[in-house]
């Protein structure tokens, strides 16, 4: 089992930017892929990044490209999400999520532990 905590979410206006943090335990996170996914009110959850165990492989949406960077440090079994240039339209709560097995996913179902999410709000 591994479970997921994640924190940094706030309030942020337009253009600003958070540093989400996802902290695991129970197992050493350098076994696991991780993602970033977020839901926001009314509507279906979405992929936003992914990194492979070892820190070298990231992927986005099309959406966060530029913006975004997930990172990771094995070592304080820990992954961030860094968004800069936020928008309104990014509101949301975000969710980390960890799976096992060789391949990093853009699809929610094949994660096998989430955090309980960090409510982000961009105001316009």
């Known amino acids: 089992q591994v479970q997921l905590v994640e924190s940094g979410g706030g309030l942020v206006q337009a253009g600003g930017s958070l540093r989400l943090s996802c902290a695991a335990s129970g197992r050493t996170l350098s076994n696991y892929d991780m993602g970033w996914f977020r839901q926001a009110p009314g509507k279906e959850g979405e992929f936003v990044a992914a990194?492979?165990?070892?820190?070298?492989?990231?992927y986005y949406t099309e959406s966060v490209k530029g913006r975004f960077t997930i990172s990771r440090d094995n070592a304080k079994n820990t992954v961030y999400l860094q968004m800069n240039s936020l928008k309104p339209e990014e509101t949301a709560v975000y969710y980390c999520?960890?799976?096992?097995?060789?391949?990093?996913?853009?699809?929610?179902?094949?994660?096998?532990?989430w955090g309980q999410g960090t409510q982000v709000t961009v105001s316009s």
């Open positions: 990194i492979n165990r070892a820190g070298g492989y990231t």
């Open positions: 999520a960890a799976k096992l097995g060789v391949l990093v996913t853009t699809k929610g179902d094949e994660y096998d532990y």
